[in-house]
């Protein structure tokens, strides 16, 4: 779509090794809208974060953008050198990190760290900086934010420090924010508070989310739309009402069936079989074929691009191609 804030076109992302190029993210495209929020699921090891990496261009050496496009309001931001990458970051793009130890420096004060962030993108005193800084921790439900703004990380509890994060990464206003695994390790009481957060504060200011998260009921309560990985590739995306209540690609059943809800009367949870394939063994075709049920000759031959199902929903699965069906109900006759 032409008027996404973000549109990412066919991402390959490759780690080269002594023993070859290990492919972590193959082919994925996905848009994001002005103010909508974007959730981004699967298993550990399915690429997610790694995608948010390099939007905002942080993958760890070797890992390498091999191809495809990154445009933000359409212009293209994966091409660019580190120090206009990082004016983006933070101005345009903010990042919550899944761990706020990480993110926040130890040996310097919130303050410090609010301050600098807001004078490198704007061009205010210091004093205003402060001034901006104490609102926003009040504004992300720091208590007693003049006084607390002086404290250093560890002063402060894992949530307390997961709204710090959140204050960092909007402090300069950006279009974009990234949060990466916003609740782990958070309580859920707290992990509902910074859910809740984000979603208010950038609905304020009309800036787009990406979600990352393995939690389908934080994608519920909180996404407009939700992309399934799996093994670096694009299994489903569309409506999260459609996705959760009526998924369409096996992978994605499998995760739907492994939820528990209150009106479930089984012993055992559904589990998908198997694991996902390592970088170096990704099976030809569909990369889900050797754990899926509904696996058939094409499946191992061919991988399936996202098919069109309905006008906001794509699913990569051969199922859903009419020539594989054809084919299918030949071969039972």
Known sequence: MTDALLSVRNLRVEFPTRRGVLTAIDDVSFDIMPGEVLGVVGESGAGKSLTGAAIIGLLEPPGRIAGGEILLKGQRIDNLGAEAMRRIRGKRIGMVFQDPLTSLNPLYTVAQ????????????????ARKRAVALLDRVGIPAAKRRIDDYPHHFSGGMRQRVVIALALCAEPELVIADEPTTALDVSVQSQIIDLIKEICAERGAAVMLITHDMGVIAETADRVAVLYSGRMAEIGPVT??????????TVGLMGSIPTLTQDHARLVAIPGAMPRLNAIPQGCPFNPRCE?????CFAERPEPLRRGD??????????????????????
């Open 113 to 128: 760290q609010l301050i600098e962030t807001i004078r490198t993108h704007a061009d205010i005193s210091e004093a205003e």
């Open 312 to 333: 906001r929903r794509r699913v990569a699965c051969w199922l859903y191609d009419e020539v594989s069906t054809v084919e299918q109900e030949k071969a039972n006759v």
């Open 242 to 251: 459609q996705v959760i209540t009526a998924p369409e690609h096996p992978y």
């Open 294 to 298: 509904h696996a058939f000759d094409r």
